[in-house]
C-alpha cells in the first residue's frame, strides 16, 4: 500500500453535520431524536481536502445525504 492515502469523513443529520464524535452522541440525548450517516471517503492518492474538487465532492455528497436522509430519491 502507498503512503500516500488520504481520508475524509463526517457525520451528518438533517440538522448538522460535524466531524465530532461527541456531538453526535451528545445529540442522542436530546429528546427528538435523529437519524444519522457517517460518511467515509478513502482516496488512493493524497489529496488536498480544500482544493475546489474536492470541495465540490463534498459539496455533492452532502446535499446528496440531506435527500435522503429527509426521505427523498437521491439524484
Same mark, same amino acid.
Given at each position: 500500500l502507498?503512503?500516500?492515502? =488520504?481520508? +475524509? &469523513?463526517?457525520?451528518q =443529520?438533517?440538522q448538522? @453535520? @460535524?466531524d465530532? &464524535?461527541a456531538t /453526535? #452522541?451528545w445529540?442522542?440525548? *436530546?429528546p427528538? $431524536?435523529? /437519524?444519522w +450517516?457517517? +460518511? @467515509?471517503i478513502?482516496f488512493? !492518492?493524497? #489529496?488536498d481536502p480544500q *482544493?475546489?474538487e474536492? !470541495?465540490?465532492? %463534498? @459539496?455533492?455528497l452532502r =446535499?446528496?445525504? %440531506?435527500t435522503t436522509? $429527509?426521505g427523498g430519491? =437521491?439524484?
Open positions: 502507498s503512503n500516500n492515502l =488520504s481520508a +475524509v &469523513y463526517w457525520l =443529520s438533517m448538522q @453535520t @460535524t465530532d &464524535y /453526535r #452522541i445529540a442522542d440525548l *436530546a427528538q $431524536k435523529q /437519524r +450517516v457517517l +460518511v @467515509t478513502l488512493d !492518492q493524497a #489529496i *482544493a475546489d474536492a !470541495q465540490a465532492l %463534498f @459539496t455533492a =446535499s446528496t445525504v %440531506f436522509l $429527509k430519491q =437521491s439524484p
